[in-house]
């Protein structure tokens, strides 16, 4: 039972374009929203968070938004760079928890 | 570079055997969790430790154990090992307390069992 899915495996944009990176969610508890960059060999790199006490937050070319309502967030970047392919995953948090639950992530590729 | 460091950073181990894998969180944080990463997979949280406390675990069976020293660094020990064990195990170090804080992860150890 997959509490946090991100349903497209992989995705590819030419640079300078708009990734979008979707995630969904099925425990309404969820209150922490988090997503992390991966590249091989190494660790997951915190990107940015969202509480759902908000429907969006920006950092830099980086922007969540979460639609509670749907049970739904998104990350944007804008404009896509070739140093942003990794793999992106989604996280969540309930409660006061930092026992975060991790999607499957999505590979982004972004072609100069 | 998050202030976390993991060691080894890889092994291989024979079925049955055992394994302790350990971790230094970031200067400052109280709390660590460990997290098994298979292939394709999310990161799937194993357990949190809270200033040497056992505070919270994940769906993993009683042979995965750790510990947390006054220092905060932190081991994952994983008796019995199966071949289902093969997996990247992250470490992550907060500052704890209350929701909202960053959680920064490690590198990583990839555990080979054969």
């Known amino acids: 039972d997959q509490q946090v899915k991100q349903n497209s495996p992989s995705l590819s944009v030419q640079e300078g374009r708009i990734s979008i990176l979707n995630c969904d969610y099925t425990?309404?508890?969820?209150?922490?929203f988090l997503w992390y960059k991966k590249y091989p060999a190494e660790g997951p790199t915190f990107l940015i968070s969202i509480s759902s006490i908000k429907d969006k937050n920006e950092d830099g070319r980086f922007t969540v938004f979460l639609n509670k309502s749907a049970k739904h967030l998104s990350l944007h970047i804008v404009p896509s760079q070739p140093g942003d392919s990794a793999v992106y995953f989604c996280a969540a948090s309930q409660g006061g928890s930092e026992k975060l639950v991790f999607g499957k992530g999505t590979k982004l590729t972004v072609n100069p | 570079e998050t202030g976390v460091t993991q060691s080894p950073t890889h092994l291989i181990k024979t079925r049955g055997q055992q394994v302790t894998l350990r971790c230094s969180s970031q200067?400052?944080?109280?709390?660590v969790s460990w997290y098994q990463q298979a292939l394709g997979q999310g990161p799937q949280f194993i357990f949190q430790y809270y200033r040497e406390e056992e505070n919270g675990r994940g769906n993993f069976p009683p042979r995965f154990s750790g510990l947390q020293f006054p220092n905060y660094s932190s081991e994952l020990n994983v008796n019995a090992l199966e071949l289902d064990d093969s997996a990247l195990y992250l470490c992550?170090?907060?500052?704890?307390?209350?929701?909202?804080?960053?959680?920064?992860f490690g590198e990583g150890s990839w555990l080979t069992v054969v």
């Open positions: 425990n309404s508890m969820f209150d922490y």
């Open positions: 200067s400052g944080h109280n709390t």
């Open positions: 992550a170090s907060s500052e704890g307390g209350s929701s909202g804080n960053t959680i920064y």
